[in-house]
């Protein structure tokens, strides 16, 4: 298994413009995060989905926007990016089900500037 | 909302030494995970307690959770230089389901100096 898979892994954007981030999981998992880590700080939700066809606001979701169409994967939006959103991006997924319930499974991260 | 404070920020150990992160949340807890991050790398899942007192151990590693299931600790006995990293707990108020209800502490940064 790959686990968690994010790209790109690198991106500068000028103020203004929009990108996609991309996360695919072969773990079959049912959920699925996107969490936010400013220098030296720790994790903040930004979206999180359920299951395919659902998804929900986490802690700071201002400025992106998520769909999730299939288990596997669950893109994030930036709109009209902002220098505020320049952080690393990771996303996650975790299973409901067996031992491992809750453990959450991080991808390598997206370091993201906006310029 | 649910706050999980975590101290200290930085440490820094002799190589040998011991190391120990606290972690303290202001509401009661159904479970509280520990995940260590390398420099440049990504969070990854060390343990999880469930259990009131709940004491678990991981080669020189030893967790607990609290009594009040509010508080948890993390303790490195003789440090190594693979050690260093940024440690974060999770405390969940969700018993069941996903980690939406996972809230990280700001982490504690392990440096060892050799």
């Known amino acids: 298994n790959a686990g968690v898979t994010q790209t790109p892994k690198f991106r500068i954007l000028k103020i203004g413009q929009s990108m996609t981030l991309q996360c695919t999981q072969d773990m079959n998992h049912n959920y699925m995060y996107w969490y936010r880590q400013d220098p030296g700080m720790g994790l903040k939700l930004i979206y999180y989905?359920?299951?395919?066809?659902?998804?929900d606001k986490g802690e700071v979701p201002n400025g992106y926007n998520v769909s999730r169409s299939t288990t596997e994967d669950f893109p994030l939006r930036l709109e009209l990016a902002a220098p505020s959103q320049t952080s690393v991006y990771f996303c996650a997924s975790s299973s409901t089900q067996g031992s491992s319930g809750n453990t959450i499974y991080f991808g390598e991260g997206s370091w993201l500037t906006v310029v | 909302g649910q706050q999980v404070m975590q101290i200290p920020q930085y440490q820094h150990v002799q190589e040998g030494e011991d190391f120990t992160t606290y972690c303290n949340s202001s509401?009661?807890?159904?479970?509280i995970q520990w995940y260590k991050q390398r420099p440049g790398g990504h969070p990854v899942f060390l343990i999880q307690?469930?259990?009131?007192?709940e004491v678990k151990k991981q080669k020189r590693l030893t967790f607990q959770f609290g009594e009040a299931k509010k508080n948890s600790s993390l303790h490195i006995t003789a440090t190594q230089t693979t050690d260093v990293g940024t440690y974060f707990c999770?405390?969940?108020?969700?018993?069941?389901?996903?980690?939406?209800?996972?809230?990280f502490g700001k982490g504690t940064h392990l440096i060892i100096q050799p």
């Open positions: 509401t009661t807890l159904s479970n």
């Open positions: 989905s359920v299951g395919a066809g659902i998804t």
């Open positions: 999770a405390g969940n108020r969700y018993s069941g389901g996903g980690a939406d209800g996972l809230t």
């Open positions: 307690l469930v259990k009131s007192g």
